[in-house]
């Protein structure tokens, strides 16, 4: 990454004074008694960090950062502290130049013991949220289902202790490609923001091919300014700014029509403090699943309304998708399981939520309502509902159970693809196809709407049929429901990336659907993150 001369003249003081702290000198006897002192003072200091206390009593209370021979340590952690900010970290929580100023004044065993443990203390921080991120996601929303990887502090600072200090902080950050993007575009805003951002917004409603005028100007420069268009003193709405408009809607999930409607207006308008924010929060969840993902997989961005079907880190299959409404329990939550099977020709068991949610009321006022569904009985066979006197029931005590039969009119469509959790979400086909043709797409249950599925289906048993259109078509001709398992279960991730950056350093921005970046940004905020602009 490249740093301004002035971080970079920061960073040099920092580690010149690291390497410059030196201890006292005493003779044989004060020095044993002084090496005592200092072992005293380390015990004390980690006595309530029990990861500490064992690595420190493991080596005799031997110190990391604090003796003579220890200044490349110091210098390491230094210099790491003091670059936090260039990952998104809270630079602040980490206090490097009072870290700097305490090992200083550090001149008795009783001090240098403190400042000791302390420094371990932040190292170990520092590790923790480079590798693991600063916040535990389940914190900010409990949809947020994911195993974040932690490390063990001892086992840390033990490694720490016997590698080249520099090169292992150095591998905290993630590798991930998609990670240095991120950290490029982070800092590309920050020079931005130095700059004053974009310039003018756009005051129109909305701007369309061949008109001209005040606010047609306002859109040229705009899209200069943000790397769109070349410079130009156009004042017409022409075809180079045209081409400009439909390379910013499709990074930004919208219908590359070329014309400035409302919401590509809205887009343009966005500054780029909202945009680095975005940015911070993707490198947060980076750091989440800082673990290589693995080359075959599913992956649903949630606010991308899209799934992929990825082969060797490339989208071999990739269709629009209709994820779960903002509202209640409706939301599609994040996290990751396989895909063991798909069904074709499925039956829709209802869930219990919208049996006695939505339906008992209406059967309440009508028992002929929602008529395509059977009633189940705890038998598992329908029920004549004429039998039922549904008004004696509530959404506690209802014991009946709703169904619909495999139809080209049943609310999954003719094919589901599942991956067993405890959410009881899957993809699906759908015969309300209209909804696909929005550039927002949030209108579910929860569960994810695939916009083409036999396509999907096709591809999933590529790998398994010689004629998988053939097969497929075979059984839905059956119209009987089949569960067909996938010879090699297939990751599935449902992941939630406002931001992020495609392998030709293109950046995208999607709208935040559910808000959760708005809350993990805020949390961030409460840790220390903070929003910075960076001179070029």
């Not at 927002?440 to 998988?468: E, M, T, W």
């Amino acid at each position: 990454m490249t740093l301004s001369p002035t971080r970079r003249s920061t960073l040099k003081l920092l580690a010149a004074g690291a390497a410059s702290f030196v201890l006292p000198v005493f003779g044989a006897g004060r020095a044993d008694a002084a090496v005592t002192a200092l072992k005293q003072s380390i015990a004390e200091a980690a006595a309530r960090d029990e990861s500490l206390s064992a690595f420190y009593r493991e080596r005799n209370y031997k110190p990391v950062f604090v003796g003579n021979g220890d200044g490349r340590r110091r210098s390491a952690l230094l210099k790491a502290l003091g670059s936090a900010d260039d990952h998104g970290l809270p630079a602040k929580a980490y206090d490097v130049d009072g870290l700097k100023a305490a090992m200083k004044a550090a001149k008795n065993p009783s001090d240098r013991g403190r400042v000791e443990v302390e420094a371990a203390k932040r190292m170990l921080d520092y590790a923790d949220h480079m590798r693991s991120g600063v916040i535990n996601p389940r914190s900010v929303d409990n949809l947020i289902v994911m195993e974040v990887q932690h490390y063990d502090r001892a086992s840390t600072i033990d490694a720490f202790s016997k590698s080249n200090p520099a090169a292992f902080l150095k591998k905290m950050a993630p590798s991930k490609p998609e990670y240095v993007r991120l950290q490029k575009e982070k800092l590309k805003l920050e020079k931005l923001l130095a700059k004053g951002g974009w310039g003018d917004k756009v005051q129109a409603k909305s701007l369309k091919p061949g008109q001209s005028g005040a606010t047609v100007v306002q859109l040229r420069n705009r899209l200069i300014r943000m790397g769109y268009l070349r410079k130009s003193a156009s004042q017409s709405y022409d075809a180079s700014i045209q081409g400009a408009v439909q390379k910013f809607q499709v990074n930004h999930g919208l219908s590359p029509d070329g014309v400035a409607g409302s919401s590509t207006i809205t887009q343009l308008n966005k500054n780029p403090q909202e945009r680095l924010q975005q940015v911070l929060v993707a490198m947060e969840r980076q750091r989440w699943n800082s673990r290589p993902v693995e080359k075959n997989h599913v992956w649903v961005n949630i606010p991308d309304f899209h799934v992929d079907l990825m082969k060797n880190g490339k989208s071999t299959f990739r269709s629009r998708v209709v994820v779960g409404k903002d509202t209640g329990d409706r939301r599609t939550p994040e996290f990751s399981d396989v895909m063991e099977y798909m069904v074709i020709n499925p039956s829709w068991y209802v869930p219990r939520s919208i049996v006695t949610k939505e339906y008992l009321p209406l059967l309440k006022r009508n028992k002929g309502a929602a008529g395509q569904l059977q009633i189940i009985g705890r038998n598992g066979k329908p029920v004549n509902r004429n039998s039922i006197n549904f008004s004696k029931y509530n959404e506690k005590n209802f014991p009946y159970s709703m169904k619909q039969p495999p139809s080209k009119g049943n609310a999954l469509g003719l094919v589901k693809f599942i991956f067993p959790n405890q959410h009881n979400i899957y993809l699906h086909d759908t015969p309300s196809k209209s909804l696909f043709g929005r550039e927002s797409r949030a209108f579910s249950h929860g569960c994810i709407r695939v916009h083409k599925p036999f396509d999907f289906a096709y591809a999933l048993l590529a790998n398994q049929q010689s004629d998988p259109e053939g097969f497929f078509q075979g059984v839905l001709r059956t119209k009987s429901e089949r569960r067909v398992n996938l010879q090699t279960p297939l990751p599935v991730h449902l992941v939630y990336y406002t931001a992020w950056v495609d392998a030709k350093g293109n950046a995208h921005y999607r709208d935040d659907v559910y808000r959760r970046d708005t809350q993990i940004f805020a949390a961030l905020s409460r840790a220390g993150v903070s929003l910075r602009s960076v001179a070029s």
